[in-house]
Every structure is written in C-alpha cells, then in structure tokens.
C-alpha cells in the first residue's frame, strides 16, 4: 500500500464491538479488511482533530456519554476518558474549529451539551446543557424537538444545530473562555421538511442541508460577519415519484473541490450527486446511484476526493465507489467490505 490513510468506523447495534479502523490506499481505492479498534458500546458518530492525533466518539456508559481517545503512531486508539452528555443517549458530536470545545447533539431527548476539551484531549466535565423546543406536522417524527447535529460555523463563532423534530436551524454563539452557548438565531425551513445535517462550501458563503423527511436539499447563502442563514434553493434528494418504499435522507457531503455535492437516500439506497454552480452555489442534479448496500446512513470522500466510501447500515457493508473528476460521478469498484451496523465513517 503506497498511501494508506485510516478510515474510522462508528458502529451501533447488536452486532458491533465499537469503533473499527481500515486503511485506504489512496491510489487504487483498496480497503484493508476493517479491525476493531477499541471496544466501546454503540460509538455511532465519530470526530476527529484537526491533527488526526485525537478520536472523540459517543458511546452508552452512563445511560449516554462521550469518549475520549488518543490515536497512536501505529494508528491505535487509547481511551483517554469519558463524560456523561447529562440528558440521554446522543446521535451526533463534533469539536470546534480549535479543537478545545466538544458538542453532542442528543436527538431523543431533545438537548445538546457543550463540553471543554483539555490539552491533552481529554474531554471536561459538561459545561452546558440546551433544552430545544417546537414540533412539526410530521406526527410520528415531529412530536417535540431533535436535534440532530451539531456544527461549529468555519470562523469558529457560531454553532448550527439542525432540529429535525422543529424544522429550523437553531444558531447560538460560542464563547470559548466558558465552553458555552448563547441563543443567537434560527433558519426556518418547510414545514414537515426535518432538517437533519449541514455542510459548509469551502469559501463559507454557502450551506448544504439535507432534509431528511422531504428527502431534499435547501442551499443557504451564508452571512458569517451576522451569522444569517438565507434559503436561495431547495432540491429533491430523491423525488416523490421515486418513492416506492419508506425513505429517509441522511448524509450529506462536499467535494474536496467544492464542484459537487452528494447526499444519502436510505430506503432507495442510493447516493444522489450534484454538481455546484461555481458563481451561485447553485445545485443541478447529475445522477443517482446505487450504494450496493443497504440503508446508508453515512458516506465519506477522501482527502484526494478520488474515492467515495458508502456505509450500508443494514447489510453490514463499506462500498467503494471512484469519483469522475470533471463530473462528480461515481463508479463502483465491485469492492464490497463486511463490518458491523456501520453508523459513520470518518477519516
């Protein structure tokens, strides 16, 4: 293997031990088998430092916490610690852009947490916890508040939190002294829509949400000096004449490039590709295509954006598909690998 680079595998569910590592070779889009990494009850999400030196992962101790690792030069993970979220079991983390403030989004019960992270990666205990509030029309899935991601704004000012069971974006300040939050907006979306995750375009003026229950994509211009969020499109994920089965959007994801954008259809298990207009942000459907999996929750492009990894949930599977460069799309290698109850893949 001439570039390998360690792909990290959150996992949940009856069959996972924890968190699992397989490494890419960067030039032939080769997996190595995945090996579990360390043993921890249902890690889901995953997060990485900047410097790829440290791992935070949710985990079930305590009823719901989150867990601190170090990463070794062999590329092995050593717990650091663990804290207690302080409301429930989370399903989504990320750190801040300087690495010392972690979030947890905790879906079920409707709260996030903040915590401080120590110098040496270690993680505080809980500084804050949010209660959110609201419903929407969906009555199954919209009964109260879900948050259901947690993103710091790349100026590092801001806090997004898409809340699926609200249909907004809620926007807080971050103080990083505290390792608090201060209500500071929210971005309003489609009744019945379920925002469920967000990505940044590269310059910061845009945003991409995947809405999870209208199975679409709205773009946002991005004012960061005000931290303003603006609807300007909204896009089908996947149609309603396509859905032949319950269907549930989950990921979305940039291209190292910024020039296309790809989210994830469960149910249809397919990833759809767009490609991004380069003055306006502006998303063109491209294709669909099949993750040869089931229920992909998650999906990952590596740093050299020439290889798409899609995690099928259900069928216990890691696809691997190559990237078109001039158009976004995606080529199946025939390359399938087996690991269990795959929630994220993180590299």
Same mark, same amino acid.
């Given at each position: 293997?001439?570039?390998?680079?360690?792909?990290?595998?959150?996992?949940?569910?009856?069959?996972?031990?924890?968190?699992?590592?397989?490494?890419?070779?960067?030039?032939?889009?080769?997996?190595?088998?995945?090996?579990?990494?360390?043993?921890?009850?249902?890690?889901?999400?995953?997060?990485?430092?900047?410097?790829?030196?440290?791992?935070?992962?949710?985990?079930?101790?305590?009823?719901?916490?989150?867990?601190?690792?170090?990463?070794?030069?062999?590329?092995?993970?050593?717990?650091?610690?663990?804290?207690?979220?302080?409301?429930?079991?989370?399903?989504?983390?990320?750190?801040?852009?300087?690495?010392?403030?972690?979030?947890?989004?905790?879906?079920?019960?409707?709260?996030?947490?903040?915590?401080?992270?120590?110098?040496?990666?270690?993680?505080?205990?809980?500084?804050?916890?949010?209660?959110?509030?609201?419903?929407?029309?969906?009555?199954?899935?919209?009964?109260?508040?879900?948050?259901?991601?947690?993103?710091?704004?790349?100026?590092?000012?801001?806090?997004?939190?898409?809340?699926?069971?609200?249909?907004?974006?809620?926007?807080?300040?971050?103080?990083?002294?505290?390792?608090?939050?201060?209500?500071?907006?929210?971005?309003?979306?489609?009744?019945?829509?379920?925002?469920?995750?967000?990505?940044?375009?590269?310059? $910061?003026?845009?945003? #991409?949400?995947? %809405?999870?229950?209208?199975?679409?994509?709205? @773009? !946002?211009?991005?004012?960061? *000096?005000? /931290?303003?969020?603006?609807?300007?499109?909204?896009?089908?994920?996947?149609?309603?004449?396509?859905?032949?089965?319950?269907?549930?959007?989950?990921?979305?994801?940039?291209?190292?490039? $910024?020039?296309?954008? #790809?989210?994830? %259809?469960?149910?249809?298990?397919?990833?759809? @590709? !767009?490609?991004?207009?380069? *003055?306006? /942000?502006?998303?063109?459907?491209?294709?669909?295509?099949?993750?040869?999996?089931?229920?992909?929750?998650?999906?990952?492009?590596?740093?050299?954006?020439?290889?798409?990894?899609?995690? $099928?949930?259900?069928?216990?599977?890691?696809?691997?598909?190559?990237?078109?460069?001039?158009?976004?799309?995606?080529?199946?290698?025939?390359?399938?690998?087996?690991?269990?109850?795959?929630?994220?893949?993180?590299?």
């Amino acid at each position: 293997m001439t570039h390998p680079l360690p792909l990290w595998i959150g996992t949940g569910g009856k069959g996972s031990q924890g968190i699992y590592r397989t490494m890419l070779d960067t030039e032939t889009g080769k997996l190595t088998e995945p090996v579990l990494a360390a043993e921890i009850g249902n890690p889901g999400f995953v997060a990485l430092n900047a410097d790829r030196t440290l791992l935070y992962s949710l985990c079930n101790i305590d009823g719901g916490s989150v867990a601190a690792f170090s990463i070794g030069a062999d590329d092995s993970l050593t717990l650091l610690n663990t804290q207690s979220t302080g409301d429930g079991s989370a399903s989504h983390l990320s750190l801040d852009r300087t690495g010392r403030v972690l979030f947890s989004a905790q879906y079920g019960s409707g709260s996030i947490t903040i915590y401080p992270v120590a110098e040496d990666g270690s993680i505080g205990e809980r500084a804050q916890v949010i209660k959110h509030s609201g419903s929407g029309p969906n009555k199954d899935r919209q009964e109260g508040p879900h948050p259901h991601f947690v993103g710091a704004s790349p100026d590092n000012r801001f806090l997004l939190v898409p809340d699926l069971g609200a249909d907004q974006v809620v926007i807080y300040r971050i103080d990083h002294g505290t390792a608090t939050l201060a209500p500071h907006g929210v971005a309003i979306l489609a009744p019945g829509s379920g925002p469920r995750h967000l990505k940044f375009s590269h310059d $910061g003026t845009k945003i #991409y949400l995947i %809405n999870e229950l209208s199975m679409t994509v709205t @773009v !946002f211009d991005y004012e960061a *000096a005000f /931290g303003i969020m603006t609807p300007i499109q909204t896009i089908a994920s996947l149609p309603e004449a396509m859905w032949k089965v319950p269907n549930k959007a989950a990921e979305i994801r940039l291209h190292p490039t $910024g020039k296309f954008v #790809y989210a994830s %259809n469960r149910g249809h298990d397919s990833l759809a @590709v !767009f490609s991004v207009d380069g *003055a306006s /942000g502006l998303l063109s459907f491209v294709e669909h295509e099949a993750i040869r999996g089931a229920y992909p929750r998650n999906f990952n492009i590596d740093p050299t954006g020439k290889w798409l990894i899609a995690a $099928g949930r259900t069928s216990n599977t890691l696809s691997i598909f190559a990237i078109n460069q001039d158009t976004g799309k995606l080529y199946f290698t025939a390359d399938v690998l087996n690991v269990p109850d795959p929630i994220c893949v993180e590299y």
